[in-house]
């Protein structure tokens, strides 16, 4: 049977919106990470099959085709964009990983990129004749009463399991202690652009006490910020990666799963749960787990529910502590994995919630070359 492996992978800065990054469109963040995939691996751009590229906030057309192209990539790669909001970027992986699979592609460039900077600015006609009004965000359930803001979302979800604010706080704080204490670390995996995440910082108790409340016990700084940012993988066939001597994250599996779409935060436990058991693994078998971090009681939950080890958890820190670019926040845990796991080896999990309550999880182990 054929298998993928993830050969290089690389991400921008995670810059909240209005930052750094707001004057550049999608493809602007997306092609210089592409390029630097490319490179790691001594890779040329001609061996690309295919580039599947996470979005949720763009203004539609093919932003993976339009990346490709500004990348310089040969203009036979087609490109395929995704658009399950924030599972995008997780989803283009486990895409690339099928293509591959199933003999159609050898070589894949997948991940996500997301400008809330640039995101247009939408409106939708009004009733009977009345002005345009905002459109805000498109429903996720057809039925209003169970289609809450994912702020609400998560306010439930942390009542609900008893997560109160302090123990949300102090995760948030953790998140970024970790950031910070790693961000020459970080460094090596980012592409220029600026080349530190802006948003980590030392965070306290104190400074979360005074946190505008956003709705019940989720607050500003126990939920991630908007952002914008680009993260890519190389994904090749175990045979491309053996004749060019490369080492990688060989892709063991991976599933999405939808859930209740009142609890969104919920819907990634199932997908880890199954995940693992398609492969007959064990949550102690895992060497690191890269969780999702849209709010911290999601990431509680995930770890409590999926009965994962909090130490292996996102061990430079976490969305929390970077910020949430959309579409390609799912791709950022598939680098964050490939670049601790080069060193340390062994097995990982990467998993994310999406707004309707879906949820998507990957798992991957360190292969040398």
């Keep these: 049977m054929r298998r993928s492996v993830i050969v290089a992978a690389r991400r921008s800065a995670v810059v909240p919106r209005g930052g750094a990054l707001a004057d550049r469109e999608i493809h602007e963040l997306a092609a210089p990470v592409m390029r630097a995939c490319l490179g790691d691996a001594s890779l040329p751009a ?13 203004a539609g057309g093919n ?51 997301e400008s809330y900077s640039r ?18 965000r498109p429903p996720f359930t057809p039925w209003p009463d169970r289609d809450p803001d994912m702020a609400e979302a998560a306010a439930a979800l942390a009542q609900s399991l008893g997560y ?15 950031a910070c204490a790693a961000r020459d670390r970080l460094a090596r995996e980012i ?60 892709i063991l599996g991976g599933v999405s799963r939808g859930g209740d779409p009142g609890l969104p935060g919920l819907a990634p436990v199932v997908a880890i749960r199954d995940a693992l058991a398609g492969l007959s693994l064990a ?14 009681a999601q990431a509680l939950a ?5 009965e994962l080890d909090a130490r292996i958890v996102n061990p430079r820190g976490g969305a ?28 990982g999990l990467a998993a994310i919630a999406a707004a309707g309550g879906v949820g998507t999880a990957l798992v991957t182990e360190w292969q040398h070359a």
């Design 320 to 347: 929390l502590a970077r910020g949430h670019p959309i579409g390609a926040s799912g791709a950022i845990l598939s680098v964050r994995l490939f670049h601790d796991l080069c060193e340390s080896g062994g097995r």
């Design 119 to 136: 995101r247009p600015i939408r409106l939708r006609p009004g009733e009977d004749g009345a002005a345009p009004v905002a459109y805000d």
């Design 283 to 296: 949550p102690k078998q895992l060497a690191q787990a890269e969780i999702m971090e849209a709010f911290a």
């Design 191 to 250: 592409v220029g652009l600026p080349d530190r995440d802006a948003f980590s910082r030392r965070l306290s108790p104190t400074v979360c006490a005074r946190a505008r409340i956003i709705s019940g016990s989720v607050t500003s700084a126990n939920m991630a910020v908007a952002a914008d940012a680009a993260a890519m993988a190389l994904v090749v066939s175990e045979d491309v990666a053996r004749r060019a001597g490369l080492a990688g994250l060989a």
């Design 46 to 58: 001609e061996a690309v099959d295919e580039v599947l590229l996470g979005n949720a906030l763009g």
């Design 63 to 113: 932003p993976a085709r339009l990346s490709a192209l500004a990348a310089g990539l040969p203009e036979r790669v087609a490109g395929i964009s995704l658009d399950r909001q924030c599972c995008s970027g997780l989803d283009a992986l486990l895409l690339a990983d099928a293509l591959i699979v199933s003999g159609q592609a050898d070589i894949v460039l997948a991940g996500g990129a």
């Design 302 to 306: 995930c770890v409590e529910l999926a």
């Design 164 to 178: 109160d604010r302090a123990r949300q706080d102090a995760w948030a704080v953790s998140s970024h202690q970790k």
